[in-house]
């Protein structure tokens, strides 16, 4: 039985060292679109804190942004000052690990303008394979470390030649 009234992702969540570095990151290099800011928020005298987002009660989230990319899901970008300190982000390879890819139309355009801004690339364009045949990707990072991904496959998956399923693809939002 699925989550009742789930319709798709409205927005991914991720938290920064400086809202203002990752804001110039996140507008002036890959283009999204800020909407508006809110914070500060804090709870001095309750459990608030913990109950509601599973942080030390006496953390401080500075500020929050949220931003368009695209035709993607849109992001919440939070500035912290935690109570108890902070950790290093997660590896892919760590429990909580992660990324955040974006498709783009000609994958060796946008990573020669990448490298041209001084993003910091990983390797170089990969070309998938199996049921990710005909898709080719690359990881870079953001300035406080954190990892995306490109991806474009404009001929498809090939998966999808007999798939029932298929995963939503920002080139055909619709479908």
């Known amino acids: 039985m699925p989550l009742p009234g789930l319709r798709g992702t409205e927005h991914i969540g991720f938290t920064v060292p400086d809202l203002d570095e990752a804001d110039a990151f996140l507008v002036e290099v890959l283009g999204c679109r800020r909407v508006y800011e809110l914070g500060p928020f804090?709870?001095?005298?309750?459990?608030?804190?913990?109950?509601?987002?599973?942080?030390?009660?006496?953390?401080?989230?500075?500020?929050?942004?949220?931003?368009?990319?695209?035709?993607?899901?849109?992001?919440?970008?939070?500035?912290?000052?935690?109570?108890?300190?902070?950790?290093?982000?997660?590896?892919?390879?760590?429990?909580?690990?992660h990324h955040i890819a974006f498709y783009v139309d000609d994958l060796d355009a946008a990573v020669a303008y990448l490298r041209a801004r001084g993003v910091r690339v990983l390797g170089e364009p990969v070309a998938s394979a199996n049921a990710s045949a005909g898709q080719r990707w690359i990881y870079f990072l953001s300035p406080w470390g954190m990892q995306f991904e490109l991806v474009s496959f404009p001929g498809g998956?090939?998966?999808?030649?007999?798939?029932?399923?298929?995963?939503?693809?920002?080139?055909r939002p619709a479908r």
Not at 66 to 90: I, L
Not at 157 to 171: H, M, R
């Open 42 to 97: 804090a709870h001095e005298h309750d459990d608030w804190m913990r109950e509601q987002l599973n942080v030390h009660p006496r953390s401080v989230m500075r500020r929050l942004r949220f931003y368009r990319c695209g035709f993607g899901s849109n992001f919440e970008v939070f500035e912290w000052e935690p109570a108890d300190g902070q950790r290093p982000p997660p590896r892919n390879s760590d429990i909580g690990g």
């Open 157 to 171: 998956k090939a998966y999808e030649a007999g798939a029932p399923v298929i995963l939503w693809d920002p080139t």
